[in-house]
């Protein structure tokens, strides 16, 4: 299966970036679920926490507050107004 390249800035840094299996966020519409392979989308990011599966299986977890999530060519970026990686 082919990885997605993911990145995830606030608007004064990079927060987390890195390959990828699996990214699910919160989205005005709902919680979206992302896999290689994707539709392109752009959508508005909602304030909650954005959960990645990385290529080895770790888990990452970034608190997000607004901005926007977007995928295209199995590339996610998600720019934040504010974003904090959760322990």
Do not use: Y
């Not at 990214?23 to 709902?30: N, P, R, W």
């Amino acid at each position: 299966m082919a990885a997605l390249s993911v990145h995830v800035v606030s608007a004064d840094r990079e927060v987390w970036t890195g390959e990828a299996t699996q990214v699910v966020a919160k989205t005005v519409e709902g919680e979206i679920g992302i896999l290689a392979g994707h539709e392109p989308m752009l959508s508005l990011l909602a304030s909650g926490e954005v959960r990645v599966t990385t290529t080895g299986g770790e888990k990452v977890k970034v608190d997000a507050e607004g901005g926007f999530f977007s995928v295209d060519h199995n590339t996610v970026t998600i720019v934040a107004g504010n974003a904090e990686l959760v322990s």
